[in-house]
T-cell receptor, first 113, second 114 residues
Framework: EPEVTQTPSHQVTQMGQEVILRCVPISNHLYFYWYRQILGQKVEFLVSFYNNEISEKSEIFDDQFSVERPDGSNFTLKIRSTKLEDSAMYFC???????????FGPGTRLLVL | SQKIEQNSEALNIQEGKTATLTCNYT??????LQWYRQDPGRGPVFLLLIRENEKEKRKERLKVTFDTTLKQSLFHITASQPADSATYLC?????????????FGSGTRLSIRP
């Protein structure tokens, strides 16, 4: 069964550094999402992406965050200048069509020191 | 503001019994509701989706009900097994748009004791 994959599985970075989290969606899926989960808290929506542009973003997704699909396959989340509070699990999710199930990747655990 | 509540933070039941988890929402009109399973350190895994015009849906030992009047969904696992122990997340989406975010509840941690 096709799966969403994410790399790296773990990332440790210093505060102020840039990080790029990568996701490979399921091949025929058209809608892409990033969510995050701070330890012990609920999964929170960050951004949705369709047709090479952002569809919706949350208040968490400020100017430090950006997303792109540079080569038509990978879907990336960039945090320009990480803060301590960015430490969380980041999940990519993809969806074949609107009102269909979103499938989640295994996540990237980001730790900002 | 939109609010989703999963009534129990944790539920502990005996193997073989039926586990029933509750999800309530307010200030929201979801197009559908989903239940996901999440194991520690892993991503949510989709279990069931029920649409606003459906009352009940089943999949093997799982059953979901959706009452849009009460603004509530119940999630049942029959003949529960220790392997069913996990956190179960209720998730709502209410937008018929080109892309739709999911809003998750905080989850119920289910433990099935042998």
């Amino acid at each position: 069964e096709p799966e969403v994959t994410q790399t790296p599985s773990h990332q440790v970075t210093q505060m102020g550094q840039e990080v790029i989290l990568r996701c490979v969606p399921i091949s025929n899926h058209l809608y892409f999402y990033w969510y995050r989960q701070i330890l012990g808290q609920k999964v929170e929506f960050l951004v949705s992406f369709y047709n090479n542009e952002i569809s919706e973003k949350s208040e968490i997704f400020d100017d430090q965050f950006s997303v792109e699909r540079p080569d038509g396959s990978n879907f990336t989340l960039k945090i320009r200048s990480t803060k301590l509070e960015d430490s969380a699990m980041y999940f990519c999710a993809t969806q074949k069509g609107v009102l269909q199930t979103q499938y989640f990747g295994p996540g990237t655990r980001l730790l900002v020191l | 503001s939109q609010k989703i509540e999963q009534n129990s933070e944790a539920l502990n039941i005996q193997e073989g019994k039926t586990a029933t988890l509750t999800c309530n929402y307010t200030n929201y009109s979801p197009a559908y509701l989903q239940w996901y399973r999440q194991d520690p350190g892993r991503g949510p895994v989709f279990l069931l989706l029920i649409r606003e015009n459906e009352k009940e849906k089943r999949k093997e030992r799982l059953k979901v009900t959706f009452d849009t009047t009460l603004k509530q969904s119940l999630f049942h696992i029959t003949a529960s097994q220790p392997a069913d122990s996990a956190t179960y997340l209720c998730a709502l989406d209410g937008r018929y748009s080109s892309a739709s975010k999911i809003i998750f509840g905080s989850g119920t941690r289910l433990s099935i004791r042998p």
